[in-house]
């Protein structure tokens, strides 16, 4: 079965700094890879995916993603952070080929001083 | 994507009663899922939810504990059974769209609930 692993529970970073959130994943093929946006009180927002063809894949609010196959990692990263980014963000895993079916990582806290 | 909505967006209710949860989506899709997110925690898919078929729960899940429904391709009920203050979660719809290139999941507001 998959799995997905988010290693940094909480991270802090100061608003125009840049931003690496690490996923790793376990899966046996190439799977779908997803980042999701969770805002206090909200539902999940999408805010990229990956399925195949270039491994670097831009998303909505000036967050991108690379898929490193070797490392089985897909972190997100935004270059220059705003105060509104903070927020839960959780990497989700999907099965190639049909299933439907996300795994999801426990998420990662981000904060932004002002 | 989808837009998707959810009723209620919380309540608060009583241990041992019960509540039912809709999920409204603006197009037709085949196949809408039921999440759960106890506080602090990461989403657990408790069924996926097919027009015309029975649900299909994962581990853990029983359909007596969470009973749902699929009347049509844009709706779905989500029922908490005999609610304990475990079952105190945000609940997420999420709708699966077929793209060029794979499915995608587009999720709900949620419904935040706790039970006393």
């Known amino acids: 079965a998959q799995s997905v692993t988010q290693p940094d529970i909480h991270i802090t970073v100061s608003e125009g700094a840049s931003l690496e959130l690490r996923c790793n994943y376990s899966?046996?093929?190439?799977?779908?890879l997803f980042w999701y946006v969770q805002s206090p009180g909200q539902g999940l927002q999408l805010l990229l995916k990956y399925f195949s063809g270039d491994t670097l894949v831009q998303g909505i609010k000036g967050f991108e993603a690379e898929f490193k196959r070797s490392q089985s990692s897909f972190n997100l990263r935004k270059p220059s952070v705003h105060w509104s980014d903070a927020a839960e963000y959780f990497c989700?895993?999907?099965?190639?080929?049909?299933?439907?079916?996300?795994?999801f990582g426990t998420g990662t806290q981000l904060k932004v001083e002002l | 994507s989808a837009v998707i909505s959810q009723k209620p967006s919380r309540d608060i209710c009583q241990r041992g009663t019960s509540l039912t949860i809709q999920c409204q989506v603006d197009?037709?899709?085949?196949?809408m899922f039921w999440y759960r997110q106890q506080p602090g925690q990461s989403l657990t898919l408790i069924a996926t939810?097919?027009?015309?078929?029975?649900?299909?729960?994962e581990s853990g899940f029983v359909i007596d504990k969470f009973p749902i429904s699929r009347p049509n391709l844009t709706f779905s009920t989500l029922t908490v059974s005999n609610m304990s203050p475990e079952d105190s979660s945000i609940y997420l719809c999420?709708?699966?769209?077929?793209?060029?290139?794979?499915?995608?999941?587009?999720f709900g507001p949620g419904t935040r609930l706790l039970v006393l």
């Open positions: 999420s709708v699966a769209k077929l793209g060029l290139e794979g499915e995608t999941q587009y």
């Open positions: 197009s037709q899709v085949t196949m």
């Open positions: 939810a097919n027009q015309g078929s029975e649900a299909t729960y």
């Open positions: 989700a895993v999907g099965l190639t080929g049909g299933g439907n079916k996300l795994t």
């Open positions: 899966y046996g093929a190439t799977p779908y």
